[in-house]
């Protein structure tokens, strides 16, 4: 009785043991699919049917600089001391740091965005830690800022979802002219 007790307590111990896990997908790399703009106002590439673009504006910088010009330079006397203080005047002027652009990318086509898919999308973005709301299947403010901060460190900063998101997040499938 003793051996057949210590033969179970094994099995059942053994089966706590951590099996073998399954490894990750690589993570995409979304900057393969972008298509940067000739101009911040040219359209998206024209697709073919079903094949639908999103375009991502991203501001340009612009930083206020202010300097101290002087107009009169301090006088001295022959002793060193000053006679008259210098004067100045503030110059304001604004130079442009980062010019705007835009980028293109493939995104699934709003038919496809569906109550049920952005439920999806927000599980899905819910599970990597991403969306913290709770799933309405509303592409919010919320839900846009997750897809953003899904995308931005696979190479896409921008709140719409691109198709490859989306494969990535294993939404939709991978078509195999695509591979």
């Given at each position: 009785m003793?051996?057949?007790?210590?033969i179970a307590a094994v099995l059942v111990l053994a089966g706590c043991q951590p099996g073998p896990r399954p490894e990750a997908p690589a993570t995409a790399d979304l900057k393969t699919e972008i298509r940067r703009a000739a101009t911040p106002d040219a359209p998206p590439p024209a697709g073919g049917p079903g094949e639908c673009w999103a375009t991502d504006v991203t501001p340009a910088v612009i930083e206020t600089v202010s300097e101290q010009v002087v107009v009169t330079p301090e006088r001295r006397d022959a002793t060193g001391r000053v006679i008259s203080p210098a004067s100045y005047r503030s110059d304001t002027h604004?130079?442009?740091?980062?010019?705007?652009?835009?980028?293109?990318?493939?995104?699934?086509?709003?038919?496809?965005?569906?109550?049920?898919?952005?439920?999806?999308?927000?599980?899905?973005?819910?599970?990597?830690?991403?969306?913290l709301?709770?799933?309405?299947?509303?592409?919010?403010?919320?839900?846009?800022d997750a897809i953003r901060r899904f995308q931005e460190p696979l190479g896409l900063d921008?709140?719409?979802?691109?198709?490859?998101?989306?494969?990535?997040?294993?939404l939709v499938?991978?078509?195999?002219?695509d591979l």
């Open positions: 003793a051996r057949s007790l210590a604004q130079r442009i740091v980062r010019d705007r652009t835009a980028v293109h990318f493939r995104t699934p086509c709003p038919a496809e965005m569906t109550l049920e898919f952005v439920a999806t999308l927000q599980r899905a973005l819910k599970a990597r830690g991403y969306y709301a709770p799933v309405s299947g509303v592409l919010d403010a919320p839900t846009r921008s709140p719409v979802l691109s198709l490859a998101a989306a494969r990535a997040l294993g499938t991978t078509d195999l002219k």
